[in-house]
């Protein structure tokens, strides 16, 4: 059964999923449907009244939040900032919402300690006030939703914003060594890769008539691999291409020699079972994803 076409609000319409999501929903199973997405500066979730307001104008079949406070070091001295995106505004976006609502999480909120890869319902401790804040708002959205699909994914990256790939491309451009951590352990994602699960997700509701699939997803492109590990691939591929031109050496390093502000999981790599069993997607290969996110940017 076909519904007719219906109106998404993308909240956090600028950040580095925002702006993918953007991108691919002209040539995505969703184009019929009309996107409005919305910047910090056109929607501040962290303002209930307005939140509320824009929803009752728009009337949304669905809402999508790519918006979070993502600043991980920042957020142990600017934990107050971190909640009330993190927490309360995903909360203010529940109670508002009258229809089904996707949002997006984090491998941070588990603490590391696993070495298998952790399931959709497996205990979650996160280790700093990031992740501690995100968990906040999966609970939030869950006490409050019962139309609510949550997909926690990790070590997102594209072309846009800020993400490891680009300081990697900068740093090798400018430097002859380069340290970098060896003993964390994780899954690269790209937001194109994210962003397809979302609409695959979101169309069989919107257009399929399906309820959209409700609970804890997990999404990543399926690596096991350090910090090192990536930056080695990146190196690779941007002197195949042509965007390096000449060659960094990386150091291993282990975190202890790279103290940050926030703690992170030594291990953060999630179980795809639920998105492989219940969602229209497929495995994707973290190489191809890296090499798609460098073909769209001729510098570093
Ligand atoms: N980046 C990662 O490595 C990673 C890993 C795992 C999970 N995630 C999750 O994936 C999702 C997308 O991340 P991303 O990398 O695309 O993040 P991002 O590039 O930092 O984008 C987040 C967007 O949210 C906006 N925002 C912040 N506060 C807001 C508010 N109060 N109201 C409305 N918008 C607000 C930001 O605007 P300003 O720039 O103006 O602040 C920014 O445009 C987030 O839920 C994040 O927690 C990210």
């Not at 708002?137 to 072309?159: F, H, P, Q, V």
């Not at 060896?182 to 997700?201: C, E, F, N, Y």
Request: overall charge negative; aromatic content about 6%; proline content about 4%.
């Amino acid at each position: 059964m076909s519904k007719s076409s219906g109106r998404v609000i993308l909240t956090g319409a600028g950040g580095q999923l925002g702006q993918t999501l953007i991108g691919l929903w002209p040539e995505s199973a969703l184009s019929r449907h009309e996107l409005v997405a919305l910047t910090r500066s056109d929607l501040d979730i962290a303002d209930a009244t307005a939140v509320q307001s824009s929803f009752a104008a728009l009337k949304p079949d669905l809402i999508i939040n790519a918006a979070a406070y993502t600043a991980v070091d920042r957020a142990e001295s600017e934990a107050d900032a971190a909640y009330a995106i993190n927490e309360r505004g995903v909360a203010n976006l529940a109670e508002s919402s009258k229809c089904p609502l996707l949002h997006i999480s984090t491998d941070f909120v588990f603490d590391g300690m696993a070495s298998m890869p952790y399931s959709e319902d497996a205990a979650t401790r996160p280790l700093g006030v990031y992740g501690a804040s995100k968990l906040a708002g999966e609970n939030a959205l869950l006490a409050r939703k019962s139309d609510a699909m949550i997909i926690r994914t990790s070590w997102l990256y594209s072309e846009h914003g800020a993400n490891f790939v680009k300081t990697m491309l900068k740093l090798m451009s400018e430097r002859d060594t380069l340290s970098i951590v060896d003993d964390q352990i994780g899954s690269p994602t790209s937001t194109r890769s994210l962003a397809t699960v979302i609409v695959s997700a979101a169309s069989k509701h919107l257009n399929d008539g399906h309820e959209l699939p409700t609970g804890i997803f997990h999404w990543s492109d399926g690596a096991v691999i350090t910090w090192f590990d990536f930056a080695c691939e990146i190196q690779k591929q941007a002197l195949e291409a042509g965007q390096l031109t000449s060659r960094c050496e990386l150091i291993p390093i282990p975190t202890s020699d790279y103290p940050t502000p926030a703690r992170r999981p030594a291990y953060s790599v999630m179980s795809r079972r639920r998105a492989f069993a219940e969602l229209d997607c497929s495995a994707t290969s973290w190489q191809a994803e890296l090499t798609r996110c460098l073909s769209l940017r001729t510098r570093p």
